[in-house]
């Protein structure tokens, strides 16, 4: 059994979690199956089928990537079950976003029952926001879909941080009722002197994630939103706001990842209740990204929209 790690008394919030992270040797961010991955798809020369062998060499990463295809998300006909299939219907980008998500929410496993079924949840609920802020992007014609995605997949890393470092102490944070994310920050703040946006901040910069992506885990909740580059990144405000309204519709209409549709959340591209659903999502998004502007241009009065 690996020794408990020693702390300080006087050592809590943030800083206890950075001590954590920088003494724990469960959080491998980098495996050899992403690294693999990563060389074939940006290989001109490779091909599909190298691209499947590589990923299943990895069971966790197979399993995940099976889970998105056969979601209600993607609305095939058909239970895909071969791998080489799932890239030729997700693409290469998509593949690729989901490889670098289950190889991140592969840090910290746990043999515990309480914490694999919590990790399961925010899984879950993190590919649920990326399919959303992915459609959410396409539908107001952003070029950033694919980047949506990723952003959406890793949006609440900060939870598995905590649940990887305190799970005793934060197990019972997640098992809170909440009517919205700022309910459950202050469970957090309560219980650990921090919360999930700044433990996120914390592994994205051990990772050396890009700023964009880091800006979107740290400023996916809260208000006003700090834009660090919006004079040179455009388009920054706007991404942020399309994974707010992808968190958002996320927990409103939660996707299904089992192949199973027997809620009103089933396949986006072909039920008119799910494209009117988007539509206002989208709209959201569109006025965020206005009063991201107006506060950045110093008028006075930009109000917080109402879902995110």
Not at 48 to 72: M, P, Y
Not at 90 to 95: F, I, K, S
Not at 148 to 173: C, M, N, R, S, W
């Amino acid at each position: 059994m690996r020794p408990a790690i020693q702390q300080p008394q006087d050592v809590t919030g943030l800083e206890l979690v950075r001590r954590k992270l920088a003494q724990t040797e469960r959080i491998r961010p980098v495996s050899a199956v992403l690294t693999r991955t990563l060389r074939v798809l940006e290989d001109p020369r490779s091909s599909a089928s190298d691209l499947a062998k590589v990923i299943s060499e990895d069971e966790v990463v197979t399993g995940k990537l099976l889970s998105v295809v056969n979601s209600a998300f993607y609305g095939v006909s058909r239970r895909v079950t071969v791998v080489s299939q799932a890239v030729a219907l997700l693409g290469y980008q998509t593949v690729r976003a989901i490889v670098i998500g289950a190889t991140a929410f592969r840090m910290g496993e746990s043999r515990d029952p309480e914490v694999r079924a919590c990790r399961e949840e925010i899984w879950q609920h993190s590919m649920d926001c990326a399919a959303w802020s992915k459609s959410v992007a396409t539908k107001l014609g952003y070029r950033f879909a694919e980047e949506a995605f990723v952003a959406g997949l890793l949006h609440d890393i900060g939870k598995l941080v905590l649940l990887t470092v305190l799970p005793e102490q934060y197990v019972p944070v997640l098992h809170q009722e909440v009517n919205t994310p700022d309910e459950t920050m202050e469970f957090e703040r309560q219980a650990l002197q921090t919360d999930h946006l700044a433990a996120g901040g914390l592994i994205a910069e051990r990772w050396s994630l890009p700023m964009r992506l880091r800006t979107c885990i740290t400023q996916h909740h809260g208000w006003p939103i700090e834009l660090p580059d919006a004079q040179s990144d455009k388009l920054l405000g706007a991404l942020i706001a399309v994974v707010r309204c992808g968190n958002a519709a996320s927990r409103l209409y939660p996707l299904h990842h089992d192949g199973a549709q027997t809620t009103p959340a089933v396949a986006l591209r072909t039920h008119e209740m799910e494209q009117e659903i988007l539509t206002a999502f989208a709209e959201e998004a569109g006025r965020l990204v206005k009063s991201l502007d107006a506060n950045h241009d110093g008028v006075t009065g930009a109000r917080r929209p109402h879902v995110v």
